[in-house]
Nanobody, 124 residues
Framework: QVQLVESGGGSVQAGESLRLSCAAS????????MGWFRQAPGKEREIVAS????????FYADSVKGRFTISRDNAKRTVSLQMNSLKPEDTAVYYC?????????????????WGQGTQVTVSS
């Protein structure tokens, strides 16, 4: 079965960095666009970044552009999110997801499988 397992979350000070990783199994990883979403308390889940199957094309939310970098290693079946210059407003649960549904790439319904999430807390 499809499994997505995130790791790398934690608590940091503003301006510091974290690297999230997602290990995928149970499907042909190299055939799918992968994404990272986040959900802060009381807010809707929102897209952070996505990367196409080849890794050539990426998308970033305006709020993280220039600070976050998404990457993938198809041989290792992993997708990562390097987060630099973190801000308190980046505090959220971060989810790894597979784009296997219908809809536009930034919408929830475009993604069919989700990891359990990893907490990122940034203090000022």
């Amino acid at each position: 079965q499809v499994q997505l397992v995130e790791s790398g979350g934690g608590s940091v000070q503003a301006g510091e960095s974290l690297r999230l990783s997602c290990a995928a199994s149970g499907f042909t990883f190299s055939s799918y666009t992968m994404g990272w979403f986040r959900q802060a308390p009381g807010k809707e889940r929102e897209i952070v970044a996505s990367i196409t199957w080849s890794g050539i094309s990426t998308f970033y939310a305006d709020s993280v552009k220039g600070r976050f970098t998404i990457s993938r290693d198809n041989a290792k079946r992993t997708v990562s999110l390097q987060m630099n210059s973190l801000k308190p407003e980046d505090t959220a649960v971060y989810y790894c997801t597979r784009q296997g549904g219908s809809g536009t790439y930034y919408s929830l319904r475009a993604y069919d499988y989700w990891g359990q999430g990893t907490q990122v807390t940034v203090s000022s």
